[in-house]
């Protein structure tokens, strides 16, 4: 039966009354109708949504203007409504005032953190973007902060979590609307320090407008969300709108990983007008200055962690990780150094970090059999190559093979497929290419493309490569192919609960279809 999603309300209980008149002084929207009396306790561009006393904000869209649905939210309660020119024409006789902008949408970050009183300035907010890395660095910069006796929340992709409060997040940022109401609510709540995602779509569509950065942190950069972004240049420059001084949604401090050229070159344009700390797990070119924060005598741990030495300014962590993986030890690195420019001494921090597992981050699924099963959310070229590199470091030892599941989302940066194909091809014994969100697209284009491109290398430089469309019949294929000291990666969709075909989202966890695969596996050798 399909999943139908209801949408997540999160807002302070006792919110400010801000007066229509501020928002109309602090950016120059233009009234029409009495706007005198009208006092706002929230914001909402969902009509659906709107609560009493709410500003409605009636915006345009892809398939419809949101001002078409003005006079619904005004009997659900809405006192006013913001839209463009456009807008306030097919509004047209209202019983509430009208606030028109020329570009509603560029204002719709400020005007939410007017209404709810500007909560991020009264929190830590730590924000952090980049291709790869995002939410395993949010999980150990949370768990740094909290173990410094800190009050945190988290905004990610996997969950919104504040004060111990789990809420499924839809979106890796949440529109402007929402996000500041959550800030408010975490004022509300006694937060200090909240940890965010922060999406080059958050930063390029305003989401995280009006939004005060205390702390920003760039992981690395590469392929992906080019079916919304220009080029990489584009891609780039969206990301960069959290460290760019000019920036109105600049951090005060910027933590740079610098393993990468884009790295590198942000820590360079930025720096000198802004304060950067710099990260690396390699060395720097010779036309490089010198790390803030560096790695020195990486090495494994029995269970599949790592263990590092991490050297700051004057001092040196011993940090262990129960993540593996090369990648794991710059987001590890990474989140110590943010932690430090947040206050936390750097030891307490590593020490809390030695505890963190994050759920679809080469999670290990085990139903007592002889190999090693593992998903991970990898959907990336990069990604994947580095997630197969680090399980082919395990392999070493056991001696074994490795076949890995993929597909790609329908509706998503097209170009990445072939390239995916590729990647998993050079490194798999086994490559399955099978279905994974493909959303309005035909499956079986979008399999076509990935397994070009891994049918592109040369028969001796790759393993097997089979397609089946069904993941769960996927999955099984690969468990029945693996041996003793095996590895089966199950890649893509990592901690996500639903597959999306068509415009309807079905049940699906590879978490949980893996364990199913794995336990029948494990039953038939005992009863045979």
Known sequence: MPVQPSPQVLRPAAPPATPLRTLVERTGLRPSGDDSDVVVTGIEQRSHAVQRGDLFAGLAGARAHGARFAHDAVERGAVAVLTDPAGAELIGA????????????????????????????????????????????SYLIE????????STALIGTIETR?????????????????????????????????????????????????VRFAVGAFTNLSQDHLDFHADFEDYFAAKRRLFEPESPVAARTSVVCVDDAWGRRLAREVG????????ATTPSPTDEATP????????????????????GPDMEVDVRLRLPGRYNIANGLLAVAVCAVAGVDPAVAAAALAQVDVP???????????????????????????VIATLREYLKQSGGRLAVVVGAGGDRDSGKRPL???????????????????RSEDPAAIRSAIRS????????????????????AAIAAAVDWAQPGDVVLVAGKGHETGQEIAGVKYPFDDREVLAEALSRKTKDLTVS
């Open 272 to 279: 000198g007008r802004t304060t950067v700390v710099t990260v």
């Open 162 to 210: 504040i004060g111990g409060q789990r809420v499924p997040s839809a979106l890796t940022t949440p529109e402007a609307p929402q996000l500041h109401a959550m800030f408010a609510l975490m004022v509300e709540q006694g937060v200090q320090a909240v940890v965010m995602e922060v999406s080059s779509h958050a930063l390029a569509l305003g989401r995280v407008d009006g």
């Open 360 to 386: 679809g981050r080469m999670q290990r699924v085990d139903r007592g059999q002889d190999f090693l099963a593992v998903v991970d959310y990898a959907h990336k070229p990069a990604a994947i190559e580095s």
């Open 420 to 438: 995916m194909g590729a990647t998993a091809a050079r490194g798999a014994d086994l490559l399955i290419v099978t279905d994974d969100n493909p």
């Open 453 to 472: 491109g891994a049918l592109g290398i040369a028969e001796s430089e790759r393993g097997e490569v089979a397609e089946i469309g069904d993941r769960a």
């Open 292 to 311: 803030d924060w560096s790695v020195t005598a990486a090495g494994s741990v029995p269970g599949g962690g790592q263990e590092f030495t991490a050297t």
């Open 143 to 150: 768990a740094g902060l909290a173990a410094a006796g800190l």
């Open 94 to 137: 209202i019983d509430v005032p009208v606030l028109v902008h020329d570009a509603p949408r560029a204002v719709l970050g400020e005007v939410s953190a007017a209404i709810y009183g500007d909560p991020s300035q009264r929190l830590q907010v730590i924000g952090i973007t980049g291709t790869s890395g995002k939410t395993t660095t």
